[in-house]
């Protein structure tokens, strides 16, 4: 079975602290999504990866920046958290190149900026 | 993320029933679509997916239907239970871009 694993699953940050939210994968998939939810938004993509130190942006990526050093981890970053940055955080990751088919989702990290 | 929505944000079923959801999208280009559900405190799993040379395609108890003509996409769910109490989003993909989401349906199944 495919495991997405998020490094927390709840945190508490306060504003302007520096976040790093982690996401690691282990069936060899290429590409990994970084994902925002928020009640009656639905899923907004922040940032995907199609390979090891690429990134794109996706629909919300202001105020966050990504890193992909490893195949397998693929992180977020908020460099000055804000309050509106509280949310859910959902990462996931797919096999086919060029982002195609499903993702497989991890658990989520609830995160609340105070 | 837009282009990808529901006609209704919750729905209500009585236990045993079957559920339809419904899912609309804009993008006539879209060629891969996916259902997810996602349960309280859990990432979305996937349920079923379709690809638009198909108008229809089942599962165990589900079924999903593509209609291209009008962009629809509906998930029915037969003899609900207590255990597909969850948010279900559709999820459409066309071309070398990644999935866009629907804003979700939230399914209430009453004992």
């Known amino acids: 079975d495919v495991k997405v694993t998020q490094s927390s699953r709840y945190l508490v940050k306060r504003t302007g602290e520096k976040v790093f939210l982690e996401c690691v994968q282990d069936m060899d998939h290429e590409n990994m999504f970084w994902y925002r939810q928020d009640p009656g938004l639905g899923l907004r993509l922040i940032y995907f990866?199609?390979?090891?130190?690429?990134?794109e942006k996706g629909d919300i990526p202001e105020g966050y920046s990504v890193s992909r050093e490893k195949k397998e981890r693929f992180s977020l970053i908020l460099e000055s958290a804000s309050t509106n940055q509280t949310s859910m955080y959902l990462c996931?990751?797919?096999?086919?190149?060029?982002?195609?088919?499903?993702?497989?989702f991890g658990p989520g990290t609830r995160l609340t900026v105070l | 993320g837009e282009s990808v929505g529901l006609h209704l944000p919750t729905l209500s079923v009585q236990e045993g029933d079957n559920s339809i959801i419904n899912c609309a999208y804009s993008?006539?280009?879209?060629?891969?679509f996916i259902w997810y559900k996602q349960e309280s405190g859990k990432g979305p799993q996937f349920i079923i997916d379709i690809r638009s040379n198909m108008d229809k395609r089942q599962g165990q108890r589900v079924t999903v239907l593509l209609n291209k003509t009008v962009k629809h996409l509906s998930l029915q769910i037969a003899a609900t239970q207590p255990g597909d109490s969850a948010v279900y989003f559709c999820?459409?993909?066309?071309?070398?871009?990644?999935?866009?989401f629907g804003k979700g349906t939230r399914l209430s199944v009453i004992a």
């Open positions: 999820a459409e993909e066309g071309g070398n871009t990644p999935l866009v």
């Open positions: 996931a990751s797919s096999r086919w190149v060029g982002g195609e088919g499903e993702q497989f």
């Open positions: 990866s199609y390979d090891v130190k690429m990134k």
């Open positions: 993008n006539s280009a879209s060629d891969y």
